[in-house]
């Protein structure tokens, strides 16, 4: 598959890292990958309201971190926050620090479009364009001005590193729309991948699909991992446990005043989160005691 330009570096103007990428992490393989996301006590506010609080984790290179826990604990929250989809919501904002790469995502020289380019997003619904396959894929690199030598070579290795060239290769200039919702959301990620972004968050992309469409989508994500940094949100805790490398279990806790806030509780290894975690709300949720 196509890998980035390594020349194709300019996402800011050149500014120095601020935060080290000392932190590395190590997963069930035993192996140490440098943090390609790093969170410094992070919170996440809408208006006046701390929905996310205090948050330090490190998200690594070429694994699957998911984000679990009970409904409103913030997990969406702390993924949008990781390539500024936040910015989109009138009065969120975030404090802390988030690293890519030990450059602020936050400093004011990011062009966040450059950086929803190299950090994508796949949403809970599949939301592909009314327009044809082919379009749908060629779409970000034309409007990313992407150098592109050959566009139908570039929507064919798409289209099959989300494993779903076999299946629409007949019909490129058909509707997106007329395809299943399964086929739909490989849609979506080949056209994220189209515009060769570096890390891809997913926000519950098999909440919509049947156990089939999930089970392919789950299949492609594992291959993904070997070229892609993937950060998912999920609710189904046995998907985590199937894909994943590191679990991040969050929760949501009420202070004095009545109110509640999402909290990370426990980030580790997936297999030793879910065999022997370390704290018991993590133990709760887990074996269904909770949430
Ligand atoms: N756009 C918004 N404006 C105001 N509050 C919001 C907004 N989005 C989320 N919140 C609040 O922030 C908190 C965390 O929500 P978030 O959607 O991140 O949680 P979640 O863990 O992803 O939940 P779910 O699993 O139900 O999707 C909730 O209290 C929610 O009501």
């Known amino acids: 598959m196509t890998t980035p330009d390594p020349k194709d570096a300019a996402m800011t103007h050149p500014a120095p890292p601020l935060i080290t990428t000392a932190v590395r992490l190590s997963a069930d393989d ?30 690594a290179g070429n694994q699957i971190t998911a ?13 949008r926050s990781l390539n500024r989809m936040n910015d989109l919501i009138p009065g969120a904002r975030v404090a802390g620090t988030i690293a890519y790469h030990g450059q602020s995502l936050y400093a004011r020289e990011v062009d966040p479009i450059e950086l929803r380019r190299r950090i994508g997003m796949v949403f809970q619904k599949p939301n592909p364009f009314p327009k044809s396959i082919y379009d749908n894929i060629a779409y970000g690199p034309r409007v990313t001005g992407m150098k592109v030598t050959n566009m139908n070579d570039l929507v064919e290795q798409a289209l099959r590193d989300a494993a779903l060239w076999d299946e ?12 299943s919702g399964g086929q739909q959301q490989r849609l979506c990620i080949a056209r994220t991948i189209a515009v060769r972004p570096e890390v ?14 999930t089970g392919k989508i789950e299949d492609l994500m594992i291959n993904l991992a070997a070229d892609y940094t993937i950060v998912i949100v999920t609710h189904n805790m046995q998907q985590a446990a199937r894909v994943s490398h590191r679990t991040a279990f969050f929760t949501a806790e009420v202070d004095e005043a009545g109110v509640r806030h999402g909290r990370l509780v426990e980030y580790e ?23």
């Open 168 to 179: 629409v290769k007949d019909k490129l200039k058909q509707s997106a729309l007329a395809l």
């Open 200 to 213: 891809i968050l997913m926000d519950e992309p098999c909440s919509a699909l049947d156990p089939i469409a």
């Open 269 to 291: 290894a997936t297999n030793k989160l879910f065999t022997n975690p370390n704290h018991k709300q993590t133990e709760d949720y887990i074996t269904g005691r909770f949430g």
């Open 67 to 79: 984000l679990i826990g009970p409904s409103g604990c913030g997990k969406s929250t702390v993924l």
């Open 30 to 59: 035993g192996v140490a990958h440098e943090p390609v996301l790093t969170l410094k006590d992070i919170s996440v506010f809408y208006g006046d309201y701390e929905a996310v609080r205090g948050v330090d984790m490190a998200m």
